[in-house]
Structure formats: C-alpha cells, structure tokens
C-alpha cells in the first residue's frame, strides 16, 4: 500500500489539524513527519475543540495507530501536556501513539538559544514560536543532537550534560544570559519529569513499523506542519521553519520510499495569512484585512498572536504544488469570504517592472507587486451547505479558476471549522 500525504501550501495554519481529522476513518495509521510543538492542529467535533502541537491528529480515532516520526523534534513537557489533555477527555494515549526513537528532543537549552538569537535579531527576527525548532535542528545537522532512544541509555544524564554545557557557552555570548539561566533552571525540572512520561510510551524504530505496516497493506497518511513557503530550502527564506515542510519531507521524515507514496493532499486557505516576519506580497494592511483576520479569526493557535492577512496567491500556490507534486487540492475555510462583495486572487507578480507567473528568488528582497484578477462574491451563508450542486455560480467559479491554474482539482471544500461542515466532491 503506498502512504498519502497531507501537506499545507501556504505558510502554516491552513487547517491540516481538521482535515486529517475528517480523513483518517479512511486511515488505520497516521504519521507526523516534521516539525514540533510549533504546530497547533486545531481539530473541532460535538461542540468541542482541540489543538494538538506534537501528536497526529488521528489520536481522536478509535482504532488508530499514530506516529511521532523522525523527523519530528520533540519537547517532552509539551508532549506530556498534550496526553494529559487528551487523557482527560478518554483518548487511551498510550495505546494509541508510538514515538520513533529517532525522533530528535528539544532540551530546554534550545528554547532559551531561539529566545536569546531571536532577541539578539531585533528589527530582522524570523517571528519564531520560540519552541527551540531551530537550534534542536541545528544540533541535529549539526550532529551533536539528543534522540528519544537516548533517554534509555545509562549515559543520557552525561549526554545531556555535554550538550546543556556547550548550549550555556553560546548563551553566554548573549545578552540578559542571567536571566536565561533562570529559565532554563526552571524548566529543566519540568523536563526531566516528563521525560519519564515519555519513556512509558512505546518508543520504536517508527520506519520499520511503517514499512511493515504499508506491506501489510495498511492505509497511512502522512501529516505534515507549518507549510511550503516556510520549508527550509524553498520557503522564503530566512523567514522560515527548520524542517523540509514540503511532501519530500514525509520519506525523510519516517522513512518512506518516493516510490511508496500516494495521494498528496494539498490544503490551502481561500485566502492567505502568515504568522510572524517575512514576504507576504498580498498582505492586506487595510480593513480588508482587518475583516479577514476579525472573521476568520486569525490568531495563533499556538502563540495566540495575530495573524497577517490578504488575498489568494496564485503564484505562490502553484508553485507549492509543483514542489511537492500535489494531487488533490483541499480548499479550507471558504465561508469567511462569504460576504464580501469582491473577491481577489493574485494571477501574477509584477518583480522589478517585470511581468511573472513564477515565484522569485527573494521575495523581500525585491520590490514585489501582485497583479490581481477579480471575482464577484457569492454573498451567501456557505456553511449549511451539504452538497456541491449547491454551491453558488460565483463560487463554482472561483474553484474553476484555480483548478484550472494549478491543473489539480480541489478534492475537499470546507464551509466551516466543525469536522461536518466540508463538502468532498
Ligand atoms: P502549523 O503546523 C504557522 C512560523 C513562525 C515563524 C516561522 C519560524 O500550525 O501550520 P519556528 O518556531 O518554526 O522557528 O518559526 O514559522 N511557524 C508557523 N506558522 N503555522 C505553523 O504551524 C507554524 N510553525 C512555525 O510563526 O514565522
Ligand atoms: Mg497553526
């Protein structure tokens, strides 16, 4: 069986968390292949809703097996936060999920490293979560990193010490390092209690169990974070996560051969937000925007900040298509354009006097200007639609322009944040 893919095509919080919600009764396993807890899937049934940060968000699934994949950085209190949430509301975590032992951890020295470096970047800062994504990566690259299977070892402590002391050094070189040392003292505790929790999970060799699991003909579905335009060597760089965000990342990320995968999910938001610094040439710094955030209530799920909002971008979207080969589109949270009378989508980019379709090489670097096509809203509620033959004009419109553009149909439209509000066509 080949493993499908769900991928974000913008940058981040496209509605990755719901849609594999919505996905896995087709699934038995449900793999997460990179990032960490800078993730928040927000997931939302029977009038509750939920944000996972590191574990898939198939766990609400009877019967299914999730997986922490390699690719993933942990951070041991997070992840014990999130299985105390889940176990109180009845989720037998522990039965449930399995970690890849190779699996790399965040120590609490990472997080004071991205707080420092970011403070020391002032006016040019990326806009991190602050989760300590970038330097557990760094270590890993860097081959200096941490693992899960470690903290079995009889030489984790030392190993850790090795590491907290070559992190203190760099800190030292900051400014306010008193103050991160501090921190780092009071969440070293915390960590070290949840790394027994982590020890009673299952840890695993995750790309063996997943190749034994698509011979057995298993269905899984590989769940990605943050999104294409923030991917380490695609995304607009600087302002970027540390990981490879695109469908490449989930054979690098559990250990999946290019052969063996399927279906690419490619979800993107009808319009467009990002959180943090960086190029985002539709922004709308008006009431436009203002209205998109306020409607579609734009802020962080995983650090509450505001998000950046503006229109669809074509260009940017196909070029993520193109990286990552998407195969089915999946259009999210359509019914915040609901009332608008008019509708944009970016068809080209106007880069130094200069007509394009193709996504340049730095977008912040040169002056970038979106060349608009114009759509007539459809004015009406969408949410309680329940079939696509009731779609209005305007919108079977929108949905032809960019199927035709991307020359991917859109698979999946959702109409609303409650997994039954999504039409499959
Ligand atoms: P999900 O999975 C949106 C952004 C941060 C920052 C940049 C780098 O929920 O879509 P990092 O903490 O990774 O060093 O931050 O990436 N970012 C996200 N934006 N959604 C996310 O995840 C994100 N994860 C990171 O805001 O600009
Ligand atoms: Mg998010």
Not at 37 to 64: C, M, Q, W, Y
Not at 165 to 176: M, R, V
């Amino acid at each position: 069986m080949k493993a499908d893919v769900v991928i974000g095509l913008q940058w981040g919080d496209e509605g990755k968390g719901k849609i594999v919600d919505v996905l896995t009764p087709n699934y038995e396993v449900v793999a997460r292949f990179q990032g960490g807890p800078n993730a928040g899937h927000s997931l939302e049934f029977n009038d509750k809703k939920f944000v996972l940060h590191t574990v898939p968000s198939g766990i609400f699934r009877e019967g299914t097996i999730n997986i922490i994949g390699n690719g993933v950085v942990v951070d041991p209190v997070i992840l014990q936060d999130e299985i105390e949430k889940l176990e109180v509301v009845g989720v037998n975590v522990d039965a449930k999920l399995q970690v890849s032992k190779k699996a790399h951890l965040i120590l609490p020295s990472h997080r004071m490293l991205d707080a420092a470096s970011e403070a020391a970047k002032g006016k040019t800062k990326i806009g991190s979560t602050l989760k300590g994504i970038g330097p557990a990566y760094m270590d890993k690259t860097g081959r200096n990193g941490l693992r899960v299977g470690d903290i079995l070892l009889d030489s984790f402590k030392e190993k850790y010490e090795q590491l907290r002391q070559k992190h203190i050094g760099i800190l030292k070189q900051y400014e306010g390092f008193n103050s991160y040392e501090k921190d780092l003292a009071a969440y070293e505790e915390k960590w070290f209690k949840s790394i027994g929790r982590l020890k009673r999970l299952m840890l695993v060799d995750s790309e063996h169990t997943i190749n034994k699991l698509l011979k057995q003909n298993k269905r899984l579905l590989a769940e990605g974070a943050q999104g294409s335009l923030l991917d380490m060597d695609f995304g607009t760089y600087p302002y970027v996560t540390s990981s490879n965000t695109v469908c490449a990342g989930a054979c690098t990320g559990l250990g999946i051969a290019p052969s063996s995968i399927g279906e690419v999910y490619g979800i993107f938001k009808a319009y467009c937000t990002r959180v943090g610094s960086g190029p985002f040439p539709t922004e709308l710094n008006d009431e436009v925007g203002e209205r998109l955030r306020a409607m579609g209530k734009e802020f962080g799920a995983t650090t509450g900040r505001p998000r950046r909002t503006g229109w669809l971008d074509m260009v940017a979207l196909k070029y993520a298509v193109m990286i990552s080969g998407v195969t089915k589109l999946i259009m999210m949270k359509t019914d915040i354009l609901d009332t608008f009378e008019t509708i944009k989508i970016a068809a080209a980019y106007r880069v130094d006097g200069v007509e394009t379709e193709e996504f340049p090489y730095d977008v912040d670097g040169m002056e970038v200007e979106p060349i608009y096509r114009e759509f007539k809203g459809w004015n009406q509620n969408l949410s309680s639609i329940k079939a696509e033959k009731d779609f209005p004009q305007e919108l079977k419109d929108y949905i032809a322009y960019i199927e035709q553009e991307t020359g991917v149909p859109i698979y999946l439209v959702s109409v609303g944040s409650d997994r039954e509000e999504t039409i499959i066509r």
